[in-house]
């Protein structure tokens, strides 16, 4: 890569010591890009901007907030009243951690059906789910502090998941807890960990980027750039791309914001919580539900408990489980029927984690969590070896030209 | 063709589950024509002042109102001068004083709604052992908050045949479990409104309603408004963003 020279003195005495100036314009302006990205490869940096969003916000409202049972409630409610745009600031934050989700999880999906978590991107892949997990964790955590009867609730019932293992698993119920219940000591290190989280996530982003600069992009089309001819730079066209997205989805998310704020939330988190009164409904955030249908769909405790976590550690493997050599479900007509059937079940397994375990719900919900696990460890190795992919472009450039007409109806 | 199919699969994942949760309590809640309703949406201001009236000589003598303070209605057009004589009408606990003992005053625009009872037990013990829960928050607080309170204030009913009727308890539909500690509230003509309007038990139950959706969303009326400009801001930048991305990548081609 051609090395600037900097024309500005102070630049130049800077970036001599410190080569800030080199790496950026290497990282963020050179950077070779595939030029074939389509707008699905914008959820990375908008799920960046979401977590940066996040982080600001929740500054200030931790500046406002008290995390004490018997205040905490009236806190929040002094930041939506008093506290000048509080309600903004709480709004976005509320919000802002849908969006996150979605970003991620159509960012996650994205991977799934080009095959980005293949060789040489396995780690790349794993950081990112060590980031959803973390995510969950975060929001999870987040989600008790305004201590609503969900916070409560939900707090309750989710710790009290680590009692199913054996032996230990009510000393460690105890040890989470800070007491014999959640209490003003849970809230108290839920607050603290939420404040930490977000910057272990923060830190993993920049491995997941470290990763990702290492060997670059892959694209749709899931071949290798084979030279200049298959690149552009990052800037002027994926800054520019990036930020048109941006504001695509700062329309969507600020519309909730201003419009519908609680359209994600559940009435019930606007009573103050109360350890005497249990909700007819205890259900976690939607961004949750497919896995808490997953652990009610087993009848063991423990077993289910495994298949919850289970199911997001499986992601892991996802590298060696599919065994076929070429990425791009584009190029793979049996593996794209079954990524679309695999992505409508997580929307049923959302739907039953949604509803009281009751009926049909029960049966609907373990035949979708049967099929969750059926699609990584049989499906994805059976179709790698069994499917016969189409043939792949020559190249990135090539497929572009081939694609001219074609594309704009397929993409 | 994929891009469409998975946003309206997307779309279907986040939106559906929301609307599922709620079990299906009673018959459906009739939407009424609120005038906070919509993205304009303002509240009317003559039926806040006549909510305020019935909260204050209905509801309050059992449901608190916590989280508001007099000052707070100088945001739905109450005046300064009219804020402390709403204030004034009530006493205060306040203290200690030099002395160190506890005393009353009269209330200050500074001052939050007193509470009806000191505390829950009280509420209880008042109230057939049953609470009744403050009205700060009741409108965000329940699925399609105002419509729930309207048909709650406006639904109680003589019970049907063969419905048995805990002692103490009102038939209401719209309640959870069909019966409620709260007895009908509301009686025709009870009060007299300053601007002349007939109090029938529906006009209270939509002036009281609007007041408490006030209550509940103080900020509303200028999230509105911001949101009214930050979007239309957004669609133009937005706009523009794309108008030079389309204009940077034609040099691609
Ligand atoms: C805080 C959450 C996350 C942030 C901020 C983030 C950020 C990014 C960014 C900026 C990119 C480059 C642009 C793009 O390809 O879209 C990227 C690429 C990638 N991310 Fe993430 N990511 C996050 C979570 C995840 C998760 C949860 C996974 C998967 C489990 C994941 C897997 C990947 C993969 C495989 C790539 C390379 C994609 C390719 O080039 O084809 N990321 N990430």
């Not at chain 2, 329940?142 to 309207?150: H, L, S």
Request: charged share 15%; net charge positive; with cysteine.
């Amino acid at each position: 890569m051609s090395k600037p020279t900097w024309t500005n003195p102070v630049v130049r005495w800077i970036d001599y010591r410190l080569p800030v100036f080199t790496f950026a314009n290497e990282q963020l302006i050179e950077y070779p890009t595939p030029k074939n990205l389509n707008y699905w490869w914008n959820f990375g940096s908008l799920a960046g901007i979401v977590l940066v969003i996040m982080i600001a916000t929740g500054i200030f409202l931790a500046m406002h907030y008290t995390p004490h049972v018997s205040l905490a409630f009236a806190s929040v409610e002094r930041i939506m009243r008093d506290v000048n745009y509080g309600w903004l600031i709480r709004y976005i934050h509320m919000n802002g951690a849908s969006f996150f989700f979605i970003c991620v999880y159509i960012h996650l999906f994205r991977g799934l059906y080009y095959g980005s978590y293949k060789s040489p991107r396995e780690l790349l892949w794993i950081i990112g789910v060590l980031i959803i997990l973390t995510m969950m964790a975060t929001a999870f955590m987040g989600y008790v502090l305004p201590w609503g009867q969900m916070s409560f609730w939900g707090a309750t019932v989710i710790t009290n998941l680590f009692s199913a293992i054996p032996v230990v698993g009510q000393s460690i119920v105890s040890w989470l807890w800070g007491g014999f219940s959640v209490d003003n000591p849970t809230l108290n290190r839920f607050f603290s960990l939420h404040y930490l989280l977000p910057f272990i996530i923060f830190a993993l982003v920049f491995l997941h980027l470290w990763a990702l600069h290492a060997h670059h992009s892959s694209n749709p089309v899931g071949i290798d750039m084979k030279g200049p001819q298959d690149s552009i730079p990052f800037h002027p066209y994926y800054t520019v791309k990036d930020a048109f997205g941006l504001g695509v989805l700062m329309l969507v998310l600020l519309g909730f914001v201003f419009f519908a704020p609680n359209f994600f939330g559940e009435p019930d988190n606007y009573i103050e919580a109360n350890p005497l009164v249990t909700p007819t409904h205890i259900v976690p955030e939607w961004y949750l539900l497919p896995f808490y249908a997953i652990l009610r769909a087993i009848p063991n405790k423990l077993l289910g408990v495994i298949a919850m976590f289970g199911s997001i550690l499986i992601l892991v493997l996802v590298p060696w489980l599919d065994t076929s050599r070429v990425r791009s479900a584009r190029f793979r007509p049996v593996y794209r029927v079954f990524f679309w059937v695999f992505l409508l079940d997580c929307i049923v397994l959302g739907y039953v984690g949604a509803n009281p375990p009751e009926g049909y719900f029960i049966t609907v919900g373990q035949l979708a969590t049967f099929w969750y696990f059926f699609h990584f460890v049989i499906v994805l190795p059976l179709v790698g070896w069994l499917e016969r992919p189409r043939p792949l472009p020559d190249s990135i450039s090539a497929s572009v030209m081939a694609g001219k007409g074609k594309e704009a109806g397929h993409a | 063709m994929h891009k469409a199919l998975l946003a309206a699969l997307l779309a279907v994942a986040f939106f559906v589950p929301q609307s599922s949760s709620r079990a299906a309590e009673g018959p459906a809640l009739p939407a009424q024509a609120w005038s906070f309703k919509g993205a304009f949406g303002t509240y009317d201001r003559a039926a806040v002042r006549r909510g305020l009236q019935v909260y204050r000589e209905v509801c309050a003598a059992c449901h608190s109102l916590n989280l508001v303070a007099f000052r707070h209605l100088g945001d739905v057009g109450f005046q300064e001068a009219e804020i402390k004589a709403v204030a004034e009408a009530y006493k205060v606990k306040d203290g200690p004083d030099d002395a160190g003992d506890m005393f009353e005053r009269a209330g200050r625009p500074s001052d939050y709604f007193p509470a009806p009872f000191a505390n829950t037990k009280a509420a209880r013990a008042s109230n057939g052992g049953a609470l009744p829960p403050d009205l700060s928050l009741m409108t965000k607080a329940r699925k399609q908050g105002p419509d729930y309170v309207y048909a709650l204030l406006t639904g109680f009913k003589a019970p049907p045949a063969g419905f048995s009727l805990m002692a103490g308890m009102n038939y209401n539909e719209h309640f959870p479990g069909r019966q409620i500690a709260m007895a009908p509230p509301l009686a025709e003509g009870a009060l007299t409104f300053a601007d002349g309007t007939q109090s029938s038990v529906s006009q209270m139950a939509r002036d009281v309603t609007t007041f408490l959706s006030w209550t509940a969303e103080p900020e509303m009326e200028a999230r509105k408004r911001l949101g009214v400009k930050v979007l239309l801001f957004l669609l133009v930048l937005t706009g523009l963003l794309y108008a030079l991305k389309r204009a940077i990548w034609q040099k691609l081609h």
